[in-house]
DNA sequence: TGAAATGTTGGGGCG
DNA sequence: ACGCCCCAACATTTC
């Protein structure tokens, strides 16, 4: 029998370490090990997420005459002990490129047959590089190698049954509450994708820009878990774009494949330069004069910036645990060009709310934004969270959605309630510096501080 | 996957 | 009718 170490492909579609572990014809036992490296992280909405997923699954094992065994503990001492108990051949996994994730496979290799396989995004990391083998630090010439490469529409199809599992003990999946925005499991993961190439990829290309509207596909929790398989998405798009003669669906299509890279290059990234995790990646940008400011990083983290679309996108994240793109992109401006404060810090608080929340993107996104990173913004880049308001939600709608206090504010203020008069104020009961925040930085001058800090850093 | 500052142009008000 | 000025609209440059 060998096992199939479950760890990042949460699902029975296209999983080609349970292919592994099948070929063979040996039988094989499903394994997730909590971890207590991962259980020990402040992630309650993520590790939700997570436990459900796998009770979806175990299920899915049950009904294909199979099951899940848990074991807690170090894997490098759990998958050992595992094997003995079954005399396993094989411990086949999918490739994690991730810093953690290499080093505890490499201590594990040293004392078990470990076979791991690629499966994570559609294009292994090692594989998308100049000619010469070194990586690429820039999007757009790594999307086109990523592009130019073989792709095979091939994706390893479901099992219909599974050998029994061997008589083991088995711990309980934690019990974990429910999680409402992102009900869980491959099945719902495939159906939403079916639901985004079947109607809203057609406007995605502006529309997910659109804080206000649902444009985006809304994938990414199930990305993250693989839940859904990065491969199976891309050969979906690429289908529906070929089988279409609607070019706004075909443009659609490769927007949407476009961001799907855009996770691929960053786990790249984080597989060629682990120090990111740590540091910048430009090492000009090391000694920026981040400001220690606790009360402004709470106001922040809480959504009480004074700025309506910070405030919502903040929110948003407490109570869903999912941020729209465009609000990561206004929130994590905000914090790093508006109030001076370490990219690292935004960094460390997505990792702690997000459903989706996941080492490589995440980290790449806040070295974007704060200008450190690779294909960086320029330091020069500032969102001016009043237009970029204006802009991807011009009616106000996702901010009243998340900040209910500022409901009855008119239009042409709700991006800027502390414009209102008194008397227009108190019309609307919204008292600016009472029951909504006077904004806690000035833009226009928090802007030229930044310029500042960054040419001296 | 910016925004602000600065430059240019052209229509219209007005003496 | 003419020249001057203002400024909106757009383009370019700069951060």
Redesign the pocket.
Known sequence: MNIWWIRRDIRLHDTPALAGALEKGRGVLPVFVLDEHLLAKPAEKRQAFLFSGLRALEDDLHRLGSGLVVRSGDPAEVLPQLASEIEAYTVYAEEDYSPYAVQRDRELAGKVDLKLVHGLGVHPPALVTKADGSPYTV?TPFSKVWKALPFSNYTHPAPTSLPPLPSLTSEEIPATPSTDHFPTGEMEALRRLDAFLSGPVRDYADAR?RMDLDGTSSLSPYLRFGMLSARTAVSAAMETARETDDTMVRKGCEVWI??LI?REFYQAILYHFPFVLKTAFNAGLRNIPWRNAPAELQAWQQGLTGYPVVDAAMRQLNATGWMH??AR??TA?FLVKDLLINWQEGERWFMQNLVDGDPAANNG?WQ?TAGTGT?A????????????GK?FDPLGVYVRRWVPELANVPDRYIHTPWEMSPLEQSAVNVIIGRNYPQPIVD??SA??RT??AY?GG
């Not at 913004?377 to 970029?388: D, E, S, T």
């Open positions: 999007f820009n476009n961001e855009w793109n465009r992109m206004i401006s996104s974007w294909d913004a320029p330091y020069f880049r500032i969102f001016n969270p009043v237009l970029q802009k833009h226009a802007r030229e310029l500042k040419k």
